[in-house]
């Protein structure tokens, strides 16, 4: 039993370190898309402005990946509490746990596509005020 515990826990911390990129990368988001937004305001000039939405897309499909592995490891996490027995191989390998929609597919998750899309909306607005 002490094994799976252990095993449960290296599981716990793969799912934090996921959780914990996820949350950076919303911030550094946050702030070098606000940042060259800025910037596009003060020139008056577009190029920052797409590159800022060429940014945005770049961190949105890094925050979708961190959001599928950090789903799949959930699963594994399921997984193994729910093995029979106490012993376990300490395996973190989640590949016979399907996909889970994909990276892809989480890209347009409620959380991501909501935060993501709020700020794809501020750059249309900023392209429509320029």
């Known amino acids: 039993m002490e094994t ?8 716990q911390a793969a799912i ?10 919303k911030g550094w988001s946050v702030t070098i898309v606000g940042g ?12 920052y402005t797409f590159i800022s939405l060429a940014i945005l897309f ?3 499909l890094l925050d979708s990946y961190y959001l599928s592995r950090e789903r799949l490891y959930i699963k594994l996490y ?4 729910t093995m029979k027995g106490a012993e ?9 746990l399907g996909e889970n929609g994909g990276w892809l597919g989480c890209a347009f998750s409620k ?9 794809l909306v501020v750059h249309i607005v900023v392209i429509y005020i320029l």
């Open 4 to 11: 799976k515990i252990k095993h449960l826990e290296f599981i």
């Open 16 to 25: 934090n370190r996921m959780a914990n990129n996820s949350f950076l990368l």
């Open 36 to 47: 060259l937004l800025a910037f596009s305001f003060k020139e008056l000039n577009y190029s």
């Open 58 to 60: 770049f961190f949105w």
């Open 78 to 81: 399921n997984h193994v509490r």
């Open 88 to 96: 376990t191989d300490f395996s973190m390998n989640t590949r016979e």
């Open 111 to 119: 959380t991501i596509a909501l935060f993501y899309g709020g700020l």
